[in-house]
C-alpha cells in the first residue's frame, strides 16, 4: 500500500521567497514606469508558450525579474543571459518596444553593467534595458534567508 504524506515545511530549495519578490519586483517597476505589468504567457509557433513575469497589456513592454540579492554564483548568470534571450526573441514576435531585466540588487545590476563583459554589450546592442528598483528591508531580509539555506 503506497502511502503519500503531506510536508508542512517547504524544501531547502524551494524558491518561494524569489517569487513572492518578482511580484514586488514588477509591481514597483509598473509604478516606476507607470504603465500596469502583469504575469503574461505568450503562445509560440510551435503550441508552446513563453512566460513572463510582466508585461503591459499590449506587449509593448516585455519583463523578466530577477529576485537574487549579493554576487552571482554558479550558473546564476546564465540565468540572467538566458533571461535576456527570452525577452529579445519572443519581443521581437510581438512587437515589443521595451525590454526590461528588472533587478533588486546594487551587485546584480553592477554584474550586468560590467564595463567589458560580452553581456554587457550583448544586452545594450540587443535594446536590453537593466532597471534596478528597491525591495523593502523585510522582503530583501527573506530573500537573504532563502538564498542561505537553498541547495544550489
Known amino acids: 500500500m503506497l502511502v503519500c504524506m ?32 502583469a504575469k503574461s504567457s505568450i503562445p509560440t509557433g510551435n503550441g508552446g508558450r513563453v512566460e513572463l513575469d510582466g508585461a503591459s497589456k ?49 551587485q546584480v545590476e553592477a554584474h550586468l553593467r560590467r564595463p567589458k563583459a560580452w553581456l554587457t554589450q550583448a544586452l545594450i546592442d540587443l535594446d536590453v534595458e537593466v532597471v534596478r528598483v528597491e525591495l523593502d528591508d523585510a522582503t530583501a531580509a527573506a530573500l537573504r534567508t532563502a538564498q542561505t539555506v537553498q541547495y544550489r
Open 6 to 37: 503531506a510536508i508542512d515545511a517547504a524544501h531547502p530549495s524551494d524558491s518561494l521567497a524569489q517569487r513572492d519578490a518578482e511580484v514586488i519586483i514588477i509591481a514597483a517597476l509598473s509604478a516606476k514606469l507607470g504603465v500596469p505589468l
Open 58 to 106: 499590449d506587449f509593448s513592454i516585455l519583463v523578466e525579474a530577477y529576485a537574487h540579492q549579493g554576487v552571482l554564483r554558479g550558473g546564476q548568470p546564465k540565468k540572467l543571459a538566458t533571461d535576456a534571450l527570452k525577452l529579445t526573441w519572443i519581443g521581437r514576435l510581438v512587437g515589443a518596444t521595451r525590454l526590461i531585466l528588472a533587478v533588486a540588487d546594487e
